[in-house]
């Protein structure tokens, strides 16, 4: 059996967000990888993860293309690591082994595993492609998949009535305290996990 460590509640699904839980999502790690100067790096990630563009091609409502042709058109300075950055941010993200471990500690203890995550369509892909605990969910509600995004109450719904949970034993474990506040006003159990967080440090499995 699997508890959550905060209140002892029984717990049969276990629900991951990807970035900072699974995959280790740094775009200011990416960048210093990629070579790009840090001076640039606050502009950079106003465009990527924070700028209503990324928001939609998260949600899958517009293209790869049309995301670098606004990015271009909002920082026409900063094209060439515009284009860089785009042509290869997913390249620097990866597993967090100790957090893909407890997913496979949390599998084999007997609950059920799923995926709620804000992601665009080719960057999980390659995800997909390049890690292998993929294969082993139960389930998955992808942003760009549903047109939905975290925290729209609508995205929590779906996956619990997609693949019919009880929220009173389905943990949702995310990194970001807005889509934790959502999946709790949603009826889900909740871990916030710090960047760096273990998730076996919230959850006991017992005989």
Request: overall charge negative; charged content about 25%.
């Amino acid at each position: 059996m699997i508890y959550l460590n905060e209140d002892k509640t029984p717990l049969n699904a276990v629900i991951f967000d990807l970035g900072n839980v699974l995959l280790d999502y740094n775009p200011r790690r990416f960048m210093a990888e990629m070579g790009i100067d840090p001076c640039h790096f606050d502009r950079l990630t106003e465009i990527f993860p924070s700028s209503e563009e990324w928001q939609q091609l998260d949600a899958g409502l517009i293209s790869d293309d049309e995301f670098l042709t606004a990015a271009l058109r909002k920082e026409p300075t900063l094209r060439r690591e515009i284009q860089l950055y785009h042509k290869h941010w997913y390249d620097y993200f990866h597993a967090i082994p100790e957090n893909v471990a407890a997913f496979y500690q949390l599998k084999e203890a007997g609950a059920k595993t799923y995926i709620l995550s804000n992601f665009q369509e080719t960057c999980f892909r390659k995800m997909l492609e390049r890690n292998v605990f993929f294969d082993d969910i139960d389930g998955a509600v992808i942003s760009y998949e549903c047109k939905l995004r975290k925290p729209q109450p609508e995205i929590y719904e779906l996956i619990i009535s997609r693949y019919q949970l009880d929220p009173a034993h389905s943990v949702f474990i995310d990194d970001m305290e807005v889509n934790i506040k959502a999946a709790r006003e949603a009826g889900l159990k909740t871990i916030l996990l710090p960047v760096g967080g273990k998730i076996m440090d919230y959850l006991t499995i017992s005989e």
